[in-house]
């Protein structure tokens, strides 16, 4: 599977945009790119996969470059409860073995 | 979340002395998998199981069995403890048939195991 490379930490303000962005230079065409995040000390949450398209949902949005070899987690208007250490990860599809790295970790301040 | 419980959720043993976690879920996912997780290195996966007696090795199962003998449990098993085995276990599963949620994984509070 592909490896990831994530910067160790970022912060921004409460209500601002939080985007989180990740390397993935060898994924090949199968690979989707996950994205979960750990708040301290409880089990992952998973938050938004794509494949080639941007994706969005209640939690996020996923922008995937062109070439895919990079991605941008948005958190549109991040909130205290969203500091966690988030998670970008590449794997083949269903029920693919998950790789977690260290991640990166998220600081919102007030 | 999702229906996933793990027992125990505090554990300290001894070295040498066998240990079993529990994992049990009420979602009918066909997919379960145990993983540790410790400073330094993220979540690790030890085993996975992709149906009941099916199961298979993930990057870490050295000291580490598992069973599943039905759909619901995902035993994991350290048959003589070592020190390097103290860490904090997660359990995850996927697949719930029918609902093409293939792709996530959903994972439970975690054991914290302290091995004397």
């Known amino acids: 599977d592909a490896k990831t490379t994530q910067p160790p930490s970022m912060d921004c303000a409460e209500g601002r945009a939080a985007n989180l962005p990740c390397n993935h230079s060898?994924?090949?065409?199968?690979?989707?790119v996950y994205w979960y995040r750990q708040i301290h000390s409880q089990g992952p949450q998973y938050i938004i996969h794509?494949?080639?398209n941007n994706e969005t949902n209640e939690m996020a949005s996923l922008i995937i470059t062109e070439d895919r070899k990079s991605s941008t987690l948005i958190l549109p208007h991040a909130t205290l409860r969203d500091t966690a250490v988030y998670y970008c990860?590449?794997?083949?599809?269903?029920?693919?073995?998950?790789?977690f790295g260290k991640g990166i970790t998220l600081s919102v301040r007030p | 979340d999702a229906g996933i419980t793990q027992s125990p959720r505090h554990k300290v043993t001894e070295t040498g002395t066998p240990v079993t976690l529990r994992c049990h879920q009420t979602e009918n996912h066909r997919y379960m998998y145990w993983y540790r997780q410790d400073p330094g290195h993220g979540l690790r996966l030890i085993h996975y199981?992709?149906?009941?007696?099916?199961?298979d090795k993930g990057e870490v199962s050295d000291g580490y069995s598992v069973s599943r003998s039905k759909t619901e449990d995902f035993l994991l098993t350290l048959e003589s403890a070592t020190s390097s085995q103290t860490s904090v276990y997660f359990c995850a599963i996927s697949e719930r048939p029918g609902t093409g949620l293939y792709n996530e994984q959903f994972f439970g509070p975690g054991t914290r195991l302290t091995v004397l």
């Open positions: 990860i590449v794997g083949s599809g269903a029920n693919s073995k998950l790789t």
């Open positions: 794509g494949l080639k």
């Open positions: 199981s992709y149906g009941v007696k099916d199961t």
């Open positions: 060898t994924i090949s065409g199968n690979e989707y």
